[in-house]
């Protein structure tokens, strides 16, 4: 099994910045892609922004430009550098990874989830 922690949520106003850290510990696996998603109250939990062992991203179009995500693939660990920020983007942000572990065969961990609240 795979365990994620996150860390990084917290309270921020309008137009500044958060940066939000995963790493995921375990043994004997590997990681495709890892990313994170974020759900709103009465939303659905939507993709922010993946990235895969190779490089490739995928990111939501409402906050291209402002959120950017890194990944350290030797230290199994995936950042969200989130700048201007809006009130919008409040919600809870969850980490995800998706592999396979050597013994158990494929995963799709979550990590518990860190709150992000952007207010004045």
């Known amino acids: 099994q795979v365990q994620l922690v996150e860390s990084g949520g917290g309270l921020v106003q309008p137009g500044g910045s958060l940066r939000l850290s995963c790493v995921a510990s375990?043994?004997?696996?590997?990681?495709?892609?890892m990313g994170w998603y974020r759900q709103a109250p009465g939303k659905q939990r939507e993709l922010v922004a993946t990235r895969t062992s190779g490089g490739s991203t995928n990111t939501l179009d409402s906050v291209k430009g402002r959120f950017t995500i890194s990944r350290d693939n030797a230290k199994n660990t995936v950042y969200l550098q989130m700048n201007s920020l809006k009130p919008e983007d409040t919600a809870v942000y969850y980490c995800?990874?998706?592999?396979?572990?050597?013994?158990?065969?494929?995963?799709?961990?979550w990590g518990q989830g860190t709150l992000v609240t952007v207010s004045s």
């Open positions: 995800n990874a998706v592999g396979r572990n050597f013994v158990t065969g494929a995963f799709n961990a």
């Open positions: 375990g043994r004997s696996f590997t990681i495709s892609v």
